[in-house]
């Protein structure tokens, strides 16, 4: 198979081209395969003369000749001679063997080869080149002459052979023009649909790149954001390092002497600084061991009931460490908070000023150390 199909390839580029080619050497080979089942036959039934050898000789080296020049894409060539070759054999047949009756009727052979072979302009050359044929078998001069009868339907058989040939040319040159109009077609269409598939791999490309550089594009800005975040994630840790050394400075808790510390406030006392109070004076007291914690409350603005409980808590967690409480800076207006909102401060000492707290401190550490000293 694979022999076959590379002994009927044509080498053309245009599709018409090779389709002609095809049937050509289609055509050439069944004239060949004829040509030698006719000599067998005339082998077989009688005796091989020099009248039938010499043009089957002739038929196969030509149409040999017909398919080496189609597989070498000289198509129209090729079929022009093939048509030729079967409009000479046939006329010379009919004048050689004197036989006007029969061989007219197969000159509509030539015609069908070359609607198959040939291009519709070369339709027109295969008519003249028939109807040539036609006229040389009508006008040779016969063996005897014929009736008035049979001369009439002689020529009556060539007018309608005639018409007949030139309806089958008609039919065939209608028919390869429009095969080739179709070829056109599909060959137009296929050019389109090359150029839009060229088109739309263009579109995809450009798709692509746009997709590639949209995806870099996103990843440059999601690297971008991944270091906002970690710059803010350092920044609120530094935030949150400078607020606790901004909430350390707010609440200072300074040792004054051995066994004294004073806690001077400032600003406005919430929850959340109150708790911190708390905690940092706890700590402070139990690590130092202090007896005397001095509460400088001047710097505080208001005391509501609020921050009054959480003074008295400080208190007593502080009794419980063994620790007494020295209150500084009361206000005038603070008193009358303290004592409108029924808030006792019991054991606590309540000085005017820090002087007068460091100063009883004072007293009592002297006092403490003499005691000790007798002792």
């Given at each position: 198979m694979h022999h076959v199909s590379k002994m009927i390839r044509v080498r053309h580029a245009d599709e018409d081209a090779q389709r002609r080619g095809f049937n050509i050497i289609l055509m050439a080979a069944g004239l060949q395969i004829m040509a030698l089942l006719l000599t067998i036959y005339v082998g077989f039934v009688g005796r091989?003369?020099?009248?039938?050898?010499?043009?089957?000789?002739?038929?196969?080296?030509?149409?040999?000749?017909?398919?080496?020049?189609?597989?070498?894409g000289s198509i129209?060539?090729?079929?022009?001679?093939?048509?030729?070759?079967?409009?000479?054999g046939l006329t010379g047949s009919a004048i050689f063997n004197n036989d006007s009756f029969i061989t007219p009727m197969f000159l509509l052979t030539p015609l069908l080869m070359a609607s198959a072979a040939l291009r519709p302009v070369w339709m027109i050359v295969a008519l003249v080149g028939?109807?040539?044929?036609?006229?040389?078998i009508y006008t040779m001069p016969l063996s005897r002459p014929l009736s008035e009868s049979i001369a009439a339907l002689r020529?009556?058989?060539?007018?309608?052979?005639g018409l007949i040939i030139m309806f089958t040319a008609l039919i065939g040159t209608l028919i390869s023009v429009g095969h080739t109009h179709?070829?056109?077609?599909?060959?137009?269409?296929?050019?389109?649909?090359?150029?839009?598939?060229?088109?739309?791999?263009?579109?995809?490309?450009?798709?692509?790149?746009?997709?590639?550089?949209?995806?870099?594009a996103l990843q440059q800005m999601l690297r971008e954001l991944e270091q906002k975040t970690l710059r803010q994630d350092q920044l609120l840790k530094e935030i949150a390092g400078q607020r606790e050394v901004i909430r350390d400075l707010s609440l200072p808790i300074l040792p004054v002497g051995h066994e004294v510390l004073v806690a001077p406030l400032v600003g406005a006392l919430d929850q959340e600084r109150m708790q911190q109070l708390q905690s940092q004076v706890l700590?402070?007291?139990?690590?130092?061991?202090?007896?005397?914690?001095?509460?400088?409350?001047?710097?505080?603005?208001?005391?509501?009931?609020?921050?009054?409980?959480?003074?008295?808590?400080l208190v007593q967690?502080?009794?419980?460490?063994?620790?007494?409480?020295?209150?500084?800076?009361?206000?005038?207006?603070?008193?009358?908070?303290?004592?409108?909102?029924?808030?006792?401060?019991?054991?606590?000492?309540?000085?005017s000023d820090l002087g007068s707290a460091l100063q009883r401190a004072m007293t009592r550490t002297v006092g403490r150390q003499d005691s000790s000293n007798l002792s």
């Open positions: 091989l003369s020099p009248q039938v050898l010499i043009p089957v000789a002739i038929s196969l080296i030509v149409q040999t000749i017909v398919i080496v020049l189609t597989r070498r129209d060539l090729a079929g022009g001679i093939l048509v030729g070759m079967a409009i000479v028939v109807l040539t044929g036609m006229e040389l020529l009556a058989m060539f007018v309608a052979n179709l070829q056109r077609q599909l060959r137009d269409e296929v050019k389109r649909a090359n150029q839009a598939n060229a088109e739309l791999k263009a579109l995809n490309e450009e798709l692509d790149r746009r997709v590639e550089m949209q995806t870099e700590k402070q007291v139990e690590r130092t061991r202090a007896r005397l914690l001095i509460l400088d409350v001047t710097g505080v603005p208001m005391i509501d009931a609020h921050v009054a409980r959480g003074l008295m808590d967690g502080l009794r419980l460490l063994g620790a007494n409480v020295a209150l500084v800076g009361v206000r005038p207006e603070v008193a009358q908070t303290i004592v409108a909102l029924g808030v006792h401060l019991r054991d606590v000492e309540v000085f």
